[in-house]
């Protein structure tokens, strides 16, 4: 087997998937980390959303969150590799300790300082903590971090706080970033929520100065590089074969009647899947919503509605969406029909 280093941890992070790469690394991970021997400050703020993020992360089963706590241990300071010392909604201190806390970590005397934001970034006035607003505590935070991480739909893309006709004017963290004039990177994990190994797997990457390819859209290539349905959906076949259910939940068939949009959806999710490895969306009779891409939920509604004809996807021009995802998607899903009219079989995707 492939020792873990620095240059291979995300390589080989897309080559096994999140969750065999965690089960199979677990204790190369802990040496890795702790022969860094530097304690990285996390301050995990949250704005805009409903914390299940957080709650995703607090579940993450391998590692789960005890051997985080316990296990991964960062150089010789006794402290865990993905404790935060600011954290609002877990940590254990609360009120004016908290935001000592918080004001610490930007003060940053030793090591370097990872900014984690969940939740969408609004207009003044909506998210105030502590008497200040939360673009300030943002603002503040970003300008001294040495890296920065948004995880979930709502801190990436701006999620359902965001979404029509958003009165809030809530928007993504490196948007927000962008119109404040700070010219750092964002690392982007997505998902509603999102993942807790992929958080994980990013958090010990940054500390062991592992290169983290990222995409257009500043997603991880290792973890949202691979197309739903063309790469990892376990019901292709059954989309190659026309088996189709026809309303959700009900029957074993492709969901792409039902308004799966596993063929514009770029993530691992079949691949490591939630609730202790359990199931996913699509594994639970559900279709895809795609909510590991830009512009969800608004781009990708109604969710129960069919694709419709190839390329003006819901009256978009192929090019909103991300012109190499589309043209994949498109070329894809005209290999399928050419693949079912070859066979004979009744093809019941002749729209495309």
């Known amino acids: 087997m492939m020792s873990l280093t620095r240059r291979n941890f995300m390589k080989l992070v897309a080559a096994m998937g999140a969750s065999a790469f965690l089960s199979a690394y677990k204790g190369d991970i802990v040496r890795a980390v702790e022969a860094k021997k530097d304690y990285w400050h996390i301050c995990w703020l949250?704005?805009?959303?409903?914390?299940?993020?957080?709650?995703?992360?607090?579940?993450?089963s391998n590692p789960d969150l005890v051997q985080i706590l316990t296990e991964i241990i960062v150089g010789t300071s006794?402290?865990?590799?993905?404790?935060?010392?600011?954290?609002?909604?877990?940590?254990?201190?609360?009120?004016?300790?908290?935001?000592?806390?918080k004001e610490r970590w930007k003060a940053g005397e030793k090591g370097k300082r990872i900014l984690?934001?969940?939740?969408?970034?609004?207009?003044?006035?909506?998210?105030?903590?502590?008497?200040?607003?939360?673009?300030?505590?943002?603002?503040?935070?970003?300008?001294?971090?040495?890296?920065?991480?948004?995880?979930?739909?709502?801190?990436?893309?701006?999620?359902?706080?965001?979404?029509?006709?958003?009165?809030?004017?809530?928007?993504?963290?490196?948007e927000f970033l962008r119109e404040e004039g700070i010219a750092k990177p964002v690392i982007n994990l997505p998902l509603c929520p999102v993942n807790g190994e992929h958080v994980v797997i990013i958090l010990s990457a940054v500390i062991m100065g592992a290169k983290i390819d990222l995409d257009e859209h500043g997603r991880?290539?290792?973890?949202?590089?691979?197309?739903m349905h063309d790469e990892l959906c376990p019901y292709?076949?059954?989309y190659d074969r026309g088996v189709f259910i026809e309303e959700?939940?009900?029957?074993?068939?492709?969901?792409?009647?039902?308004?799966?949009?596993?063929?514009?959806?770029?993530?691992?999710?079949?691949?490591?899947?939630?609730?202790?490895?359990?199931s996913y969306c699509v594994e639970a009779g559900a279709p895809c919503i795609a909510c590991s891409e830009p512009g969800w939920p608004d781009k990708f509604s109604p969710f129960y509605a069919e694709l419709p004809s190839i390329p003006s996807f819901l009256g978009l021009n192929p090019t909103t969406l991300g012109a190499g995802i589309f043209g994949a998607t498109a070329v894809g899903i005209g290999v399928h029909a050419v693949r079912r009219k070859l066979r004979g079989e009744k093809d019941e995707q002749d729209s495309y």
């Open 78 to 101: 006794g402290l865990p590799i993905a404790l935060p010392d600011y954290m609002e909604t877990i940590h254990p201190a609360s009120g004016t300790l908290a935001e000592k806390l």
């Open 116 to 174: 984690v934001v969940e939740g969408a970034v609004q207009k003044p006035g909506y998210c105030v903590v502590a008497g200040k607003d939360f673009r300030e505590h943002v603002r503040e935070a970003a300008e001294v971090a040495d890296a920065i991480v948004a995880v979930g739909q709502c801190a990436t893309f701006g999620g359902i706080p965001a979404a029509n006709p958003n009165p809030t004017g809530a928007m993504g963290l490196s």
């Open 236 to 238: 292709r076949p059954l």
């Open 248 to 278: 959700p939940g009900n029957g074993d068939g492709c969901r792409f009647k039902i308004g799966c949009k596993g063929p514009v959806a770029f993530t691992d999710c079949p691949s490591r899947r939630w609730n202790g490895k359990t």
């Open 220 to 227: 991880p290539k290792a973890l949202f590089g691979t197309n």
């Open 46 to 60: 949250n704005g805009a959303a409903c914390t299940g993020c957080t709650v995703s992360f607090a579940q993450a």
